[in-house]
């Protein structure tokens, strides 16, 4: 059977690197092992859900270098999943209760009270017919409950049962479906939960693995069971720990905290994003990659922690600092010629160690282009005119600016810093950057000459 995952965002805001973190793991799990991807819009939620939402998320994706196989909606199958629940209903194995918010809570403080767990005690299950009739006759709209099988022949005396899987992740996991209640799959206002609609479409589209936060662990238990009833195959399942902010908070769509959008805006390169989503909470050290897609050589599911882990934009910007600094230039030539800078492998390896962000060679490109903005102090202004007229004939090569501060120090009986601030500053209008050697003869000798005497001039 070929191995079929599938990422299923909901289209109500911006994924974050968490989100990007579930996607990254489906993805490589499934290159790793010769299988198909499934992106799945999980927009039932009609209110909330927004194509504009749906088209930032594949943009996103696309940046990270994951290409779907498929691409599903639910909201195309909602006939489907109606079908599904009149069988279910049909079968008493969905039921209607009647309950308000308020019922089920006093419900369950009682329960309490006698000492026992505060699940859902099927009272709907005793409703007749006509108990049914009266209530709906009064206004009330059910919602339904799939009936979990934790009892022998009265469902009105739940047991013990387990549910045994072995976590992709985590290792062997139970849940005992005898201490949970009856989970409502339609809501009141006949619109569906989470879990019905993506059981069935698990089923539908032939999902092999389920690699999902450990957030769902508990509801796996119930899925198991639905699938079950449904007949369907059981997907293997994976739970990877979470991740947060510095602060240990969870990550949400609806503060904005860490969306992919955000730090592909901020100029970050996929690849250091992609490396360390997938590799901070593992095992495995955070190595730089050169592509996404190299990070499936390694990928081991099971490398993941029990532990959530803090997700450090510091962390990220230095990860994606030695990404930038180890572009070859063939990737990176198109990129300049995209900005307006000259594609010149030079340029590039003299000023690619100096780049936090590949856009910072826009200003580096400024620097060598001109005008930059005079810097120095007029205590310098007699030193700059010896050094423009011991300024070396063209061309300059990597040699040139040795030569040329040699000749400065003979006459001139200046040294270290001395010598060469006042030189960058002069030549490039600030007071650090990449090696003056490299610069010169990007500079050239006659904007050279020009900056030397604008500067010993001011």
């Given at each position: 059977m070929t191995t079929t995952v599938r990422f299923a965002p909901s289209p109500t805001g911006y994924i974050h690197i968490g989100n990007a973190r579930t996607a990254l793991f489906n993805w490589l799990f499934a290159l790793k092992t010769g299988g198909r991807f499934l992106l799945r819009y999980d927009d039932t939620d009609r209110l909330r859900s927004k194509q504009e939402y749906a088209d930032a998320i594949a943009a996103d994706l696309a940046w990270l270098g994951i290409r779907p196989d498929a691409t599903a909606r639910q909201s195309d199958r909602f006939d489907r999943y109606d079908?599904?629940?009149?069988?279910?209903?049909?079968?008493?194995?969905?039921?209607?209760?009647?309950?308000?918010?308020?019922?089920?809570?006093?419900?369950?403080?009682?329960?309490?009270?006698?000492?026992?767990?505060?699940?859902?005690?099927?009272?709907?299950?005793?409703?007749?017919?006509?108990?049914?009739?009266?209530?709906?006759?009064?206004g009330r709209r059910p919602h339904w409950r799939f009936l979990l099988p934790n009892f022998d022949a009265d469902p009105l005396q739940p047991a013990r049962r387990e549910v045994h899987w072995n976590d992709l992740c985590r290792g062997p996991e139970t849940v005992?479906?005898?201490?949970?209640?009856?989970?409502?799959?339609?809501?009141?206002?006949?619109?569906?939960?989470?879990?019905?609609?993506?059981?069935?479409?698990?089923?539908?589209f032939?999902?092999?693995?389920?690699?999902?936060?450990?957030?769902?662990?508990?509801?796996?238990?119930?899925?198991i069971a639905i699938f079950q009833a449904l007949g369907g195959h059981v997907p293997a399942f994976g739970h990877h720990n979470l991740l947060t902010d510095?602060?240990?908070?969870?990550?949400?769509?609806?503060?904005?905290?860490?969306?992919?959008?955000?730090?592909?805006?901020?100029?970050?390169?996929p690849e250091a994003v992609a490396a360390l989503a997938v590799g901070i909470g593992t095992s495995h050290a955070v190595e730089a990659v050169s592509q996404v897609a190299d990070l499936a050589g390694?990928?081991?599911?099971?490398?993941?922690?029990?532990?959530?882990?803090?997700?450090?934009?510091?962390?990220?910007?230095?990860?994606?600092?030695?990404i930038v600094h180890g572009l070859p230039f063939d990737r990176v030539a198109p990129r300049l010629q995209a900005m307006g800078i000259s594609p010149d492998p030079a340029f590039w390896a003299a000023v690619a160690g100096?780049?936090?962000?590949?856009?910072?060679a826009k200003l580096w490109w400024q620097v060598v282009t001109g005008p930059v903005t005079a810097v120095g102090s007029p205590d310098d202004a007699e030193f700059l005119k010896q050094a423009k007229a011991l300024l070396p004939d063209e061309p300059f090569d990597g040699e040139t600016f040795k030569r040329w501060t040699d000749a400065i120090k003979d006459a001139t009986g200046r040294k270290g810093k001395a010598l060469f601030m006042p030189l960058r500053q002069a030549l490039t209008g600030l007071d650090h950057g990449p090696e003056m050697a490299a610069l010169l003869p990007l500079i050239g000798r006659q904007e050279a000459e020009r900056r030397l005497d604008t500067t010993a001039g001011s």
């Open positions: 079908a599904v629940k009149a069988d279910l209903a049909a079968r008493g194995l969905l039921y209607p209760c009647y309950e308000t918010a308020e019922e089920l809570d006093f419900a369950r403080k009682r329960r309490r009270s006698r000492g026992l767990p505060p699940i859902y005690d099927r009272a709907a299950l005793k409703l007749t017919a006509d108990n049914r009739a009266q209530l709906e006759a009064e005992d479906l005898g201490s949970l209640s009856d989970p409502v799959l339609v809501r009141e206002d006949g619109t569906y939960l989470y879990t019905l609609p993506s059981v069935i479409d698990d089923v539908d032939g999902i092999t693995h389920v690699i999902r936060g450990e957030d769902h662990v508990t509801n796996t238990g119930v899925q510095t602060s240990g908070e969870g990550l949400s769509k609806r503060t904005g905290a860490l969306s992919i959008r955000s730090l592909r805006e901020k100029g970050l390169e390694d990928f081991d599911l099971s490398a993941a922690s029990r532990s959530a882990a803090r997700f450090d934009p510091a962390d990220l910007d230095h990860l994606n600092a030695r100096n780049c936090a962000t590949f856009a910072d």
